[in-house]
């Protein structure tokens, strides 16, 4: 089926460590993003590579890395967790850059809890 | 700033219309997405406006007037699947997406 796939699903973290969330699709999407969702806040585009090797910073980009190697792999890297960044991850693709209705297709989500 | 407002919470009744309202202050205007996620799952799309005027996709129907900051979804026939959280967002003059905080929508039967 195609989609979008994200690992983990939910991860307990140590303040401090160093964390990778994974995000693979496979519709050829050349746009992708990583957004995080906070209760009662709307979606926060973290990152984002409009297309393979290339990225672009979002609204809250600091404390937070990504790479963009090949068109379907677009991990998410945390350097060193805070509590801050707790959250919940979602990884999201679309068939444009920007132009267009741009639909997003998002993946399942990664739940992170750094302690 | 750029402000995407819509309520935090409504209640409905099975088989009944509610309507979604969503008021936007954004950078230039790129289009209008309106968006459903379920309790712990995905936002998956259910529309898109960049004129003014309505959409009509089924039991979902969506409104913009770009000259009022303004859109909302209406949904109609209520079912219990329908309860889920409804998020707006607004693409800006840089292609940027804006995201509301989202609605819950609660339907009761």
């Known amino acids: 089926i195609a989609g979008i796939t994200q690992a983990p699903t939910s991860q307990i973290l140590a303040a401090g460590r160093r964390m990778t969330l994974r995000c693979t699709q496979d519709?050829?999407?050349?746009?992708m993003y990583w957004y995080r969702q906070d209760l009662g806040l709307g979606l926060r585009l973290i990152h984002y590579s409009n297309t393979a090797g290339t990225t672009g910073k979002g609204e809250v980009p600091d404390g937070y890395s990504v790479s963009r190697a090949n068109t379907d792999d677009f991990p998410l890297t945390l350097a060193s967790a805070v509590p801050s960044q707790t959250s919940v991850y979602f990884c999201?693709?679309?068939?444009?850059?920007?132009?267009?209705?741009?639909?997003?297709?998002f993946g399942a989500g990664s739940r992170l809890t750094v302690l | 700033g750029q402000n995407i407002d819509q309520p935090t919470e409504m209640t409905a009744t099975e088989g009944a219309i509610v309507q979604i309202n969503c008021t936007y202050q954004?950078?230039?205007?790129?289009?209008l997405f309106w968006y459903q996620q379920h309790a712990g799952e995905a936002p998956t799309f259910l529309s898109y406006n960049v004129l003014d005027g309505l959409e009509e996709k089924g039991r979902f129907s969506s409104f913009l007037s770009r000259s009022k900051g303004y859109s909302y979804l209406l949904l109609k026939e209520l079912q219990m699947k329908d309860s889920a959280s409804y998020l707006c967002a607004v693409r800006d003059s840089n292609y940027q997406l804006i995201w509301g905080a989202g609605t819950k929508l609660i339907i009761k039967p």
């Open positions: 999201a693709s679309s068939d444009t850059g920007g132009s267009g209705a741009n639909v997003l297709t």
């Open positions: 954004t950078s230039g205007f790129n289009g």
């Open positions: 519709m050829r999407h050349n746009a």
